[in-house]
């Protein structure tokens, strides 16, 4: 009969997590892995595998997190669809201009690191963008209907504009812009959402 494991699978993800996020996959020993997660190497390995199949529970386990707040957004029928994407690309702007450390985003770190080299990351990231993508196009679509967005307008050629804008703003930040003008931008892309209504 199976030991219980005599931790919690949550904690050691989100420790695992942090330290991947903090130092990327390379740079990440499997005693740094270790210490972050208070448990020993033969831990590790029984319960997650190896270190690329820990690396990708957390990044799937992350990714996950960020599209479902990401669908929930920009499908709150309790707001008008044109809300719901202004309301989106401005609280990701703030999050973006707060990141104080400019630690960036988890999926765009792993996406520059790994994601040419390893179809696994690659695969994981895609999706993740994919259902991002759709979750803005059908938004986008839905103000189309309501008389919001220019019913001329490509919803899915502008869902890709929108989401090159915030994945661009974090790279900007990462960077070393400013609030200053991170927040500008993003005001400036709901200007055009908005400003492209049909007369």
Sequence with gaps: MARPRAFDEKTVIAAARDAFWNRGY??????????????GKSSLYGAFGDKHALYLRTLGDYCTDVIDEVE??????????IDRLAGHIRAKAAAIAA????????????????????????????????RW????????AEAQGDGAVDAHADPEALATLLLSLIRGLETLRKGGVGPAQIMPAAEQAVGLLTGSVSA
């Design 26 to 39: 390379a740079a990440t020993s499997v005693e740094d892995l270790a210490a972050a997660t208070g448990l």
């Design 72 to 81: 929930q957004e920009l499908r709150d029928p309790g707001l008008p669809a």
């Design 99 to 130: 990141d104080e450390d400019r630690r960036g985003c988890m999926m765009a770190r792993s996406s520059a690191e790994l994601g040419a080299a390893d179809a696994d990351v690659d695969r994981v990231i895609g999706d993740s963008l994919n």
């Design 133 to 140: 993508s759709k979750a803005l196009a059908d938004c986008i």
